[in-house]
């Protein structure tokens, strides 16, 4: 009866912490270990756990124990739907704690996790789905300290990675969902990375996206594009995965209108062109390519797919630097938003923005000028340089893009319009010396005879 009292106890917050401090936790897990298969004392110690283990310092007291094994123990020989989810609901408590999470991954809670989604699967009774995200739930948590994803992982060979296959293929959504949300954890990891990719998961990605791409799960979407921009982050990856085509597949979801999967799949297509001149020198000429991107630029709902968006349309110059790739942009009417984007307040999007801007003058500037001074680009540019908010790169960058912008005739005399050369003077005594340096260059070449310039 004393236990039942504990258990009881654990109730009331203002005693939790006194049972902890008085040793509960070590004689708990004791019990658990003695009497395993007494089905009172587990239950009611398990009630205990479970009403103690939201403490932090009942999570510390019960990593200096064995409670991982004797709840893998338990979770391996039940099959009452009821005991299932109370062991879950400890387990998933348990899992917040990294020393935990590693003790439960070498004890085999992945079998046995395995083994109920494997037995719940075809199921549709509700306590049966209830026991089925309990675990799957419990699945993700473990993958979330580096330390029980590697052991999970195990090269390629462990139980999850080897179900992963069938969950991404099944009619169950909570499964695909796991499925792809294990692969985005593994991937965390360069050289798992480069193992998966090998191993051929990132076609079992794009066959689960297809069957989302209408009207499906913006979760599972979203999860998949996760995994697959993880999964392209390693240079060999990146190669592997476009020449077997995942860009083109991918862009079958332009047409979706949910602003997370239209945000994922931004990252990810950014992410695979990184360093890739060839690819993105044929996406940036993809007229449905950059329609939708100048759509979702121009996007004032969604902040974050706008600014995704504008960091693509960025990426496909710098990376391209093909003048076939700023006409189509151009035409696209795009180079007013990566004009917009030079003026962010963030200062990552403004350096992206002045550096593509830079290579798009040095590589066609006659072609662009004129949407140059449609969106006002030298007046913008002579703000940014006259914020003392703006960093040091930023207003060198800033400089470099003006110096380019020099070289025409006609946006020279804007610059002199505007007044920038007394903006530069200034800027020539600034602290950093690079931007010192940057200023007194712009200077001379404003100082240059008109006729020594381009039209």
């Not at 009172?40 to 103690?52: F, Y």
């Not at 191993?199 to 009207?215: A, K, R």
Request: glycine residues 6%.
């Amino acid at each position: 009866y004393s236990w039942i009292l504990i258990s009881a106890f654990t109730f009331l917050d203002d005693l939790q912490e006194q049972l902890v401090a008085a040793g509960v936790i070590t004689s708990v897990v004791r019990i658990l270990s003695t009497y395993p298969d007494n089905e009172a004392l587990v239950r009611v110690n398990l009630l205990a756990l479970s009403n103690l283990a939201d403490l932090d310092t009942a999570k510390e007291a019960l990593s200096k124990t064995k409670v991982a094994e004797q709840l893998v123990h338990q979770l391996r020989q039940v099959n009452h739907h009821e005991k299932v989810e109370i062991i879950l609901e400890v387990l998933q408590t348990l899992a917040e704690n990294d020393a935990l999470k590693l003790q439960l991954a070498e004890a085999g809670i992945q079998d046995a996790v395995s083994e109920i989604l494997s037995r719940l699967q075809d199921s549709s009774k509700p306590e049966d789905m209830c026991s089925l995200k309990a675990a799957s739930d419990l699945i993700v948590s473990l993958l979330l300290g580096d330390e029980s994803m590697q052991q999970l992982f195990a090269e390629g060979r462990g139980v999850i990675y080897q179900s992963v296959g069938t969950w991404l293929a099944s009619k169950h959504t909570q499964l695909q969902l796991t499925g792809a949300l294990a692969i985005a954890n593994f991937a965390r990891n360069d050289s798992n990375c480069v193992r998966m990719v090998q191993l051929g998961v990132v076609h079992q990605l794009l066959d689960l996206l297809e069957q989302h791409v209408e009207s499906g799960d913006v979760s599972v979407q979203h999860a998949a594009l996760s995994a697959l921009r993880n999964l392209a982050i390693p240079v060999a990856n990146k190669i592997q995965m476009l020449e077997e085509g995942v860009g083109k597949r991918i862009q079958m979801l332009l047409r979706s209108e949910m602003p997370p999967v239209q945000f994922k799949l931004l990252g990810t297509l950014r992410m695979l062109i990184d360093g890739q001149a060839e690819v993105a020198e044929e996406m940036g000429q993809d007229p449905t390519l950059l329609n939708r991107l100048v759509q979702w630029c121009g996007s004032k709902d969604h902040a974050g797919v706008c600014g995704e968006a504008n960091r693509l349309l960025a990426s496909l110059l710098r990376h391209s630097r093909s003048p076939e790739v700023v006409q189509a942009i151009q035409e696209a009417q795009g180079v007013k938003h990566l004009v917009s984007m030079a003026t962010s307040e963030h200062v990552i999007m403004q350096n992206e923005a002045l550096i593509a801007l830079a290579i798009a003058s040095a590589i066609s500037l006659e072609s662009i000028k004129e949407a140059f001074k449609e969106a006002q680009l030298v007046q913008n540019i002579h703000q940014l340089l006259q914020e003392e908010s703006a960093g040091p790169e930023v207003k060198y960058n800033a400089i470099g893009l003006l110096c380019s912008l020099l070289n025409s005739a006609e946006l020279r005399q804007e610059a002199e319009k505007d007044q920038v050369t007394g903006t530069l003077e200034t800027l020539c005594g600034h602290s950093n010396g690079n931007v010192a340096k940057q200023a007194l260059m712009a200077l001379q070449i404003l100082n240059e005879e008109p006729s020594l310039l381009g039209p």
